[in-house]
Each structure stands twice: as structure tokens, then as C-alpha cells.
């Protein structure tokens, strides 16, 4: 589903982000990427989100060259993706439910099928009872468990999480994870960086990155 083929990255000012990365996740995976800050991580998603292109080399995700998806593509790509970074950049002046609704509202969707939808989603990460609160009245890890039900509302193949749990108590950074494992076990491909250890020794696949080279993996 997802593929690097000697892929580096360099950013303006010969800043190197990935060297050489090779590597292949297939569907249905749960893959973590570890390693330190600049490690890679984060470049290493944006490229699968197409946030970013490769400098040289070829990223492949469901069998779309990252690399010359044209930008009229993009959108299309991005369906299929769940995108969850530690800014939850949620809109402080809506509801819980009206923020998990908006992507398929912005799709196109009827607003009682969004509405159906973002609840049925809101359940599944524990929140339905807190649909019509406010996101600042909710904690930081109910925060990061609604960006969760936003990303998966439009039922994604492919979820992509940066540090999810950063800056979380672990209770909280617990019930983040296990609402991304809840959608592995139901066939979703989900790449996760973290600075976790509990969860990284959780046996799930692990990819370390050191400097923007690929270090380990282990299974």
C-alpha cells in the first residue's frame, strides 16, 4: 500500500530530512516510526500525504507516484488518508459534533448523513456523550480522540498519526492509542510516530530513523 524506493528529501539550505529510506507497508499494518526530533519522522508522513515530494527517489501510496501526482490529484489522494497531528487544530467555535461533520460536509454530504456518521465516529473513540460540548471544555487527550473521529469519520484506508500522544497524561495517551489500534484490527493501514517506549514495545512493527537514514526495523 505504501512505498519508499530510495527516497531523500532536502529542504532549502541542503537541510537533509530522509537519505536512501526503503521500505514497504502493507495493507493493514500497524507500523510506528521511532527515533529522535529530526529523525525523519514527520517528513517521512507528509511525503505519504503528499505534503511534501521526494527530492529524489519514489514514493508510491495505493499506486500513486507521490512524486508526480499532479496537484488537481491531491484531494482525490487525501480521501483515502487520516491525517492526525499534535495540533488538533480544532474550531474552538463549533461543537465536538460540528467539527467531526465538517469533512464530509466539505465533501459534499447531506448534513443528516454527516451528522450520522460523526456520531457513529464520536463512539467509537468513547466521546458521543460530549458531541455537543465545546472542544476547550474537553481535556487534551478528549481533544486528540475527536481529531481521531474527524480522521477516520470518512472511513480511510490509511491513517497517519504524528506523536498523537505528545504532551498527554498516560491514561489519556493509552485511550488515543487504543482508538488507532480499534481501527487496525478492523482492517486500516496505520503509520504512528511516537516517542512512546510502553508502545513501542508493544510487538507492533517498528521502523527507527536516525538522522534521516533507516536504521532498524523490528517486528
Known amino acids: 500500500m505504501i512505498e519508499f524506493q530510495n527516497v531523500s528529501k532536502t529542504y532549502a539550505g541542503d537541510a537533509l530530512a530522509l537519505r536512501g529510506v526503503t521500505l514497504t507497508i502493507a495493507k493493514g499494518e500497524l507500523v510506528y516510526l521511532a527515533g529522535p526530533s529530526g529523525a525523519g519522522k514527520s517528513t517521512l508522513l507528509k511525503m505519504i500525504a503528499a505534503m511534501e515530494r521526494p527530492s529524489s527517489g519514489k514514493v508510491t501510496v495505493n499506486g500513486t ?7 488537481a490529484g491531491i484531494p ?5 488518508l487520516g491525517l492526525i497531528f499534535q495540533q ?9 459534533l460540528d467539527n467531526v461533520m465538517m469533512p464530509m460536509l466539505v465533501a459534499g454530504l447531506s448534513r443528516a448523513e454527516a451528522e450520522e456518521r460523526a456520531r457513529a465516529a464520536l463512539e467509537k473513540v ?16 478528549e481533544q486528540q480522540r475527536v481529531s481521531i473521529a474527524r480522521a477516520i469519520v ?8 504524528d506523536e498523537p500522544t505528545a504532551n498527554l497524561d498516560r491514561a489519556s495517551a493509552n485511550k488515543v492509542f487504543d482508538a488507532l489500534r480499534a481501527f487496525n484490527n478492523v482492517g486500516v493501514t496505520c503509520v504512528i510516530s511516537t516517542h512512546d517506549d510502553l ?20 517486528a
Open 126 to 141: 468513547g466521546l458521543l456523550a460530549r458531541a455537543n460540548a465545546q472542544p476547550l471544555a474537553l481535556s487534551g487527550g
Open 88 to 96: 488538533q487544530r480544532l474550531l474552538t467555535d463549533r461543537s465536538v
Open 65 to 71: 507516484d507521490i512524486g508526480k501526482l499532479k496537484a
Open 199 to 218: 508502545v513501542l514495545e508493544s510487538g507492533a512493527r517498528v521502523i527507527r530513523l536516525a538522522q534521516g537514514e533507516l536504521q532498524a526495523e523490528a
Open 154 to 161: 470518512n472511513r480511510p484506508q490509511i491513517i497517519l498519526a
Open 76 to 80: 482525490f489522494l487525501r480521501r483515502n
